[in-house]
């Protein structure tokens, strides 16, 4: 197949993008792909891909990094699509050796390993997610003797956001301190002896935090000779959703392509919603600058996925920022229905005209996944929620549980870490409180007891069992020494690990029927990994949803409606959107109105939010807040003005709508007066 036929689908500003060669050699210049909202970005990066390794690209030299493994997968499915169709029967071999493809987080952890010996690391290292090194911080805050503190010290939650804030952001503490958390300036000194402490800590125990996968990666690229030994791995590094990446990772990826050569970079300003991750909108903004000549720039403004005057309003929107790259989104997808601003009278009619739209257009054939009520926080939905459990709506929430955070995976999880790396304090720790008779005080001891030889898996058979252990001791010991050795095959050893636990399982817990199906979920997800090491990396760093976070949601076969904050909502798309609270306080956020950049990292949010649509956009402004928990019938009130992202002179764009109509009222669809009384009169006539 020729190169026209493969890359025929392509729109001409696409195309542009997947052949760009910066001057031709075997990897060009650094480019820059400004990928609107529904601009066939994800087409773009994968044809980019594919043509790389239909010219000639060596595919084991191509780093492709994405923000979820779930879309390093997709990003390669389709690779391997599109190379089919230009290189036919060769194109198997060449896209399964497209190895160098994932997360930041998996592709330096793989890294690390590697390079482990040089740089001062046990190959063996354990990971701990966000719980797990919160509560090793907790340790280090207690040993310190900052929990008894006379002025109550930060929690252990700021404390690792603090810290978390400090490294990918690359700023001093006291900046991170006084820009982000000032209510915790004052215990300056203290934090930073806390977490040097910390870091010793982590060392002491051979575990990375999620932090320090680019903490480390970032330090081994600015060291000139370990930089060169890892450019020279990787012809060409492609990076998605680059305006969600903080300056950790763009200092990684100046590290390894300082030129650019071979560099290119795909996002969209407009989309910038993570600053609370610590992502810098700067990065993309200031990318081509830094570079000389500066990074070729390649603008996808035609959208796929929108009707025009959805487009229209979300390009007003935008188009009051005060720093972006130019474009306007168009499409061919022309229509006569404009986006609603729908006025209401509070949250409770935003939930019933929300639940009769939607049911209405579900009457005209419209399933309900198709459609989808966003918002700014998790906490506006609960009226709606209420009111579509009431009229037996079945609904999906997302943001739930993670397989990491309930306590059974947690609990098997602790058990593969502490076998790999028995050095790890926080999974013995957790472990061994499993065990019946075994308290803090003696886990602790005997954690710290093992920790001092050489062979710890030998000193913990050593111990003396506890007293109130019973049997349960000796098949702990068991179960380490039989998955910490050689014979531990991958993935039958987590077969055997969920063995030790189901006895436990059923003692701790009222469902563990229920819980036992995570467990069996998780030794299938267990057998699509090649190792137990990598298993470990990539769950932790993108953990799936738990099947028992879902209980009493619809069954998957079933229609339900989708409630999402906007933030989950990012790279989705429903026929129609319903945005609930656009007024100010909710969007922006009255918490996010401290600084300009904030308010428009706020005004971005909103602007995703509105280009989820495809058909039918519904912007929610309810005149009217009860406050304290209060409902209509209470008195205690505020009142809201629309968003300030919508001024006057945007609302041509929109249809305006007031809800419910008279009409309804008129008709006892609403809480209206039925029949209009003069009470005034009657009252004034009753002293006459």
């Known amino acids: 197949m020729s190169a026209a036929a493969y890359l025929g689908k392509l729109n001409a500003e696409q195309r542009r993008a997947v052949e760009f060669d910066g001057g031709g050699a075997l990897s060009g210049g650094p480019l820059l792909v400004i990928a609107g909202a529904g601009s066939g970005k994800t087409n773009t990066l994968a044809h980019r891909v594919a043509h790389l390794i239909a010219t000639g690209a060596d595919p084991r030299r191509i780093l492709l990094m994405t923000f979820s493994r779930r879309a390093a997968s997709e990003m390669c499915g389709r690779v391997q699509r599109i190379c089919a169709e230009a290189l036919g029967a060769k194109s198997g071999a060449l896209t399964d050796a497209l190895a160098w493809a994932g997360t930041f987080h998996g592709i330096g952890a793989r890294l690390l390993r590697e390079y482990a010996p040089l740089i ?30 006379e002025k109550r010290f930060p929690t252990k939650a700021t404390c690792l956001a603090i810290y978390s804030r400090a490294v990918n952001s690359e700023l001093p503490l006291d900046e991170v301190l006084g820009k982000h958390f000032p209510w915790c300036a004052g215990w300056s000194d203290q934090l930073r002896a806390m977490f040097a402490a910390y870091v010793e800590a982590k060392q002491a125990q051979n575990i990375l935090d999620y932090d320090d996968l680019l903490l480390y990666w970032a330090q081994m690229a600015a060291e000139p000779a370990l930089a060169a030994e890892m450019s020279a791995r990787f012809d060409h590094v492609l990076v998605d959703e680059y305006q969600d990446t903080n300056r950790l990772q763009a200092s990684i990826l100046t590290g390894l392509k300082p030129d650019g050569r071979g560099l290119t970079v795909v996002g969209d300003d407009a989309q910038s919603i993570y600053s609370f991750r610590a992502a810098d909108v700067r990065n993309i903004l200031d990318f081509p600058g ?17 009707t025009q005057p959805i487009l229209a309003a979300a390009n007003g929107v935008i188009g009051l920022a005060k720093e972006r790259f130019a474009k306007n989104l168009w499409t061919e997808r022309a229509s006569a229905q404009l986006p609603a601003l729908v006025v209401v009278r509070d949250e409770t009619d935003q939930a019933n005209y929300i639940v009769e739209k939607v049911l209405e257009a579900r009457e005209a054939g419209e399933k309900l996944k198709s459609q989808a009520v966003l918002f700014r926080a998790a906490h506006h939905s609960g009226p709606l929620e209420v009111e579509l459990t009431r009229r037996n709506v079945p609904f999906v929430k997302f943001g739930g549980l993670k397989f990491l955070d309930s306590a059974h995976v947690k609990d098997l999880l602790a058990l593969l870490r502490f076998a790999q790396n028995p050095r790890d304090r926080i999974s013995g720790f957790r472990l061994l409180q499993i065990l019946p008779g075994v308290g803090p005080s003696i886990a602790r001891r005997a954690l710290e007891e093992i920790s001092a030889h050489s062979d710890p898996v030998a000193a913990l058979a050593a111990l003396p ?34 063995a030790w636990y189901e006895p436990h399982l059923e003692r701790l817990h009222e469902d563990a029927a229920t819980r036992q199906i995570d467990l069996l979920q998780l030794e299938q997800i267990a057998a699509t990994y090649p190792t137990r090491e990598r298993f470990l990396t990539e769950l932790t760093l993108d953990p799936p949803d738990a099947t028992s976070a879902e209980a009493g949601v619809p069954l998957r076969d079933e229609d339900y409606l989708i409630l999402s904050t906007i933030h989950s909502a990012k790279g989705q798309e429903w026929k129609s959107v319903f945005l609930l609270n656009v007024v100010d306080g909710c969007i922006p956020s009255d918490l996010a109105t401290g600084s300009s950049a904030e308010i428009e990292e706020e005004r971005r949010l909103l602007y995703v939010g509105m280009t989820r649509a495809k058909d039918r956009l519904h912007l929610l402004i309810p005149q009217r807040f009860f406050t304290h928990g209060q409902h209509s019938r209470g008195d205690r009130h505020v009142y809201a003005a629309r968003s300030r992202f919508i001024p006057e002179a945007l609302t041509h764009g929109f249809e305006k709508v007031s809800w419910p109509p008279p009409a309804a009222e008129a008709a006892g669809l609403g809480p209206a007066h039925r029949t209009r009384i003069d009470l005034g009169a009657r009252m004034r006539g009753m002293w006459r």
Do not use: C, M
Request: glycine letters at 6%; a negative charge; charged letters at 25%.
């Open 120 to 149: 001062g690391l046990d190959p063996d290292f354990t990971i701990h997610d966000r719980e797990d090194s919160a509560d090793l911080l907790n340790l280090v805050r207690h040993d310190l003797g900052f929990s008894k503190t």
């Open 465 to 498: 069992a506890p007293v109130k252990a019973g049997d349960f001791w000796p098949r702990f010991v068991a179960a380490v020494q039989d998955l910490h050795g050689a014979e531990a095959v991958w993935p039958a050893a987590l077969g055997r690990a969920r």
């Open 290 to 306: 830094q570079f000389a000549p500066p990074a070729e720039i390649v603008t996808l403004d035609r959208n796929y996925r929108s």
